[in-house]
């Protein structure tokens, strides 16, 4: 079993800065991409940034310049640089990650559990 577990959300004035964390632990054998994705009230999930296993990043445009995904692989674990925090940012932040358990074993995906982000104006 995989387990992914964020950390670091909270409630920041407008202009402020967060970083979120996102460990994975348990049965990995190999982490391919990482991504963190958004759900504000009354709205669908939405995709904010991914990482790739070799480095490369994408973001969706309403967070580009703002917002930095990077990634520690020796500890499974993905951060989410919020800069310039806007209340529309206002959201419960998802990571997701895409791993292999074993060698032979084709990718799965799983999510963390959420961490609140609330920017007041």
């Known amino acids: 079993q995989v387990h992914l577990v964020e950390s670091g959300g909270g409630l920041v004035q407008a202009g402020g800065s967060l970083r979120l964390s996102c460990a994975a632990s348990g049965s990995i054998f190999r982490v391919n991409a990482m991504g963190w994705y958004r759900q504000a009230p009354g709205k669908q999930r939405e995709f904010v940034a991914i990482?790739?296993?070799?480095?490369?990043?994408n973001y969706v445009d309403s967070v580009k310049g703002r917002f930095t995904i990077s990634r520690d692989s020796a500890k499974n674990t993905v951060y989410l640089h919020l800069n310039s925090l806007k209340p529309e940012d206002t959201a419960v932040y998802y990571c997701e990650a895409d791993i292999h358990s074993a060698a032979l074993a084709g990718p799965t995906q799983y999510w963390g559990q959420g961490t609140q982000v609330t920017v007041s104006s």
């Open positions: 990482i790739e296993s070799g480095g490369r990043t």
